[in-house]
Nanobody, 113 residues
Framework: VQLMESGGGLVRPGGSLRLSCVAS????????VAWFRQAPGKQRELVAAITGGMSAHYEDFVKGRFTITRDNAKKTVWLQMNSLKPEDTAVYYC????????WGQGTQVTVSS
């Protein structure tokens, strides 16, 4: 199984981006998938996660701003990010929440004026 992130970019504070995570392989629909991020000089941290049953979890620092969704038929998880702040600048990764596999390259999100 592989997970591939895309959708990052440069956006001004207050702007929006939508990240995509596409999975290959058969193990997806029953697995919880999460978005993580790692800012320069900081440890990787959990951002949001969604279970196979569509239950979502958000870290406090993104509640009300980010929305995680998934389409099991498309083997895709999205992270809609609104009201972006400079402190959201990081490389964003997706992975299985409870049993992570090798990390991909991630997608860079830069929030700057």
């Amino acid at each position: 199984v592989q997970l591939m992130e895309s959708g990052g970019g440069l956006v001004r504070p207050g702007g929006s981006l939508r990240l995509s995570c596409v999975a290959s392989g058969s193990v997806f629909s029953s697995s919880a998938v999460a978005w993580f991020r790692q800012a320069p000089g900081k440890q990787r941290e959990l951002v949001a996660a969604i279970t196979g049953g569509m239950s979502a979890h958000y870290e406090d620092f993104v509640k009300g701003r980010f929305t995680i969704t998934r389409d099991n038929a498309k083997k895709t998880v999205w992270l809609q990010m609104n009201s972006l702040k400079p402190e959201d600048t990081a490389v964003y990764y997706c992975n299985f929440w409870l049993t992570p596999i090798d990390w991909g390259q991630g997608t860079q999100v830069t929030v700057s004026s």
